[in-house]
C-alpha cells in the first residue's frame, strides 16, 4: 500500500488560529492567524491518496499566503510615477522684478536727464531778462523779456501802512509761442547794489499764461522802499 507523503512542516489555521505542523505531528505552538506570511508556497498536493485526518492540507495556499502571481499581502505595489511638472513661479516673479526694475532706473534716468537738461539751459541763459542777465527799465515804460511783453502805464507806489512798496498796473502778454508761467523779480537798485525786491507772479504763480493773451500781474515786496535808488531791473526767477 502506497503511504500519502506529510505535509511540509509551517504554521497552518486551526481552529480561529495558526498552529506550528512539525512534519510529522501537531506542537504545542499557536500564533493568532496572519500574523507572518507564509516564506513558501507547499507542494501541490498528489493526485492519488489523502493525507492522514488531522494532517494540514497541502496543495492549496496557506492561511495568509498569495497564490502564485499574485502580491503578498501589505507588499507595497509599483505604481505609476506622475512627472512632476516643473514651476516656474519664482522664476516668472524675478524676472517681473528685474522688468519694474530697469523700467524704474530707466524713468529715474529720463526725469534726472530733463532735470539736468533744465538746469543747464538756466546756468547758461545770458539772454536780457533772463535769470542770469537783469534787464535795466524804466519805470512806466513798455519792455519786452524772452517773449513776454509788458504794457506801459505801471509804477512804483508805496505802501502807507507797512512803508513796503508794490508795482501796480504791470501789465503783461504771453507771446512766447506757448502757454507758460511768469516768476519775475524787480530790483530797486543803487548802482549795482540790489537795495529791495519785489516778486511778481501771474494768477497763483503756478497756472500758466495762454498763449496771446493779456494778464495783470501781482507784485509783492517785503523791503521798505528805499529813499533814492537810481536803476530798476527786472529777470525771471524760473
Not at 193 to 221: R, Y
Request: net charge negative; proline share 10%.
Amino acid at each position: 500500500m502506497t503511504q500519502t507523503p506529510n505535509p511540509p512542516a509551517g504554521w497552518y489555521p486551526q481552529g480561529g488560529q495558526e498552529r506550528w505542523w512539525d512534519g510529522n505531528a501537531w506542537s504545542d505552538n499557536f500564533r493568532p492567524l496572519g500574523s507572518e506570511q507564509a516564506m513558501f508556497r507547499p507542494m501541490q498536493q498528489p493526485a492519488y491518496g489523502q493525507p492522514p485526518y488531522g494532517q494540514p492540507q497541502y496543495g492549496q495556499p496557506q492561511y495568509g499566503q498569495p497564490a502564485y502571481g499574485q502580491p503578498a499581502y501589505g507588499t507595497p505595489q509599483p505604481y505609476a510615477v506622475q512627472p512632476v511638472k516643473e514651476s516656474h513661479t519664482a522664476r516668472n516673479i524675478l524676472i517681473v522684478f528685474a522688468v519694474l526694475f530697469v523700467l524704474f532706473v530707466g524713468g529715474c534716468i529720463a526725469v534726472v536727464a530733463v532735470v539736468a537738461n533744465k538746469a543747464n539751459d538756466v546756468i547758461n541763459d545770458d539772454s536780457p531778462g533772463g535769470p542770469n542777465n537783469p534787464l535795466t527799465i524804466t519805470e512806466g515804460k513798455a519792455f519786452e523779456v524772452r517773449g513776454f511783453q509788458y504794457a506801459d502805464g505801471w509804477s512804483i507806489s508805496k505802501e502807507p501802512v507797512s512803508q513796503t512798496w508794490t508795482i501796480e498796473g504791470l501789465k503783461v502778454t504771453n507771446e512766447r509761442g506757448k502757454a507758460d508761467r511768469l516768476d519775475v523779480k524787480i530790483n530797486l537798485q543803487r548802482a549795482d547794489e540790489v537795495l529791495a525786491t519785489a516778486f511778481c507772479v501771474a494768477g497763483d504763480g503756478f497756472e500758466k499764461i495762454p498763449e496771446h493773451t493779456t494778464v495783470t500781474l501781482t507784485c509783492t515786496a517785503s523791503d521798505p522802499l528805499p529813499d533814492a535808488y537810481d536803476k530798476v531791473t527786472i529777470q525771471d526767477v524760473i
